[in-house]
């Protein structure tokens, strides 16, 4: 069965640090990823995706993240971090071109940025 | 966006109530999940339908049931709520269209249910 490996699962940083969460996957095929993010009391959002095509994927909120598939993996990054990137990031993996979205969630990395 | 509702954002049963968690979303999409979020464990899928009376178990089904009437709402039954059953509940509903692994999940705000 697919897994995912969050290995930080907490990180603290200062502001203006700059940001880098891991994300390994176990499934050696066509895969679909995912960066969700949890805020303080808010709902599971989409940060980033991939699918195919530029293994350097954008989002929002200046987050990025580079797939890498001779390492099975796909981590998060950002130069430049703000108190308000406080919160919990969850990686997530399907197995291209199913029938449903089953997502595989990794077990998430708590981020707090002091100010 | 799709907008997805839970029914409540707190819930305190007692063992061995029956409890109902309602989801409901707007915008009449065929797939919907059930996920528990407990911490240093992620999210966990319960059990997703793909459509109307059609319910699939995910990978943590036992001590759960579904039920799915209606295309926009997607129930999760604890038949005899049991305190290992306490955690954050989120139902997510996915955008439409092929293949649908492709898709953004939209994630309700989540019940935080506690089973004393």
């Known amino acids: 069965a697919q897994s995912v490996s969050q290995h930080n699962h907490h990180v603290i940083l200062s502001e203006a640090a700059s940001l880098e969460l891991g994300c390994n996957y176990s499934?050696?095929?066509?895969?679909?990823l995912f960066w969700y993010v949890q805020y303080p009391g808010q709902h599971l959002q989409l940060l980033l995706k991939?699918?195919?095509?530029?293994?350097l994927v954008k989002g929002i909120k200046g987050f990025e993240a580079e797939f890498i598939k001779s390492k099975f993996s796909f981590n998060l990054r950002k130069p430049s971090v703000q108190w308000s990137d406080t919160a919990e990031y969850f990686c997530?993996?399907?197995?291209?071109?199913?029938?449903?979205?089953?997502?595989?969630f990794g077990t998430g990395t708590r981020l707090l940025v002091s100010p | 966006d799709v907008k997805v509702t839970q029914s409540s954002r707190y819930l305190v049963k007692r063992t061995g109530e029956k409890v109902f968690l309602e989801c409901v979303q707007d915008m009449d999409h065929e797939n919907m999940f059930w996920y528990r979020q407990d911490p240093g464990l992620g999210l966990r899928l319960i059990y997703f339908?793909?459509?109307?009376?059609?319910?699939e178990k995910g990978d943590i089904p036992e001590g759960y049931s579904v039920s799915r009437e209606k295309k926009e709402r997607f129930s999760l039954i604890l038949e005899s709520a049991s305190t290992n059953q306490t955690s954050m509940y989120l139902c997510a509903s996915p955008t439409s269209g092929r293949p649908s692994s492709y898709n953004e999940q939209f994630f309700g705000p989540g019940t935080r249910l506690t089973v004393l």
């Open positions: 991939y699918f195919s095509g530029d293994p």
């Open positions: 997530a993996v399907n197995e291209g071109n199913t029938g449903f979205q089953k997502l595989v």
């Open positions: 339908s793909y459509d109307v009376k059609m319910k």
């Open positions: 499934y050696g095929g066509t895969v679909n």
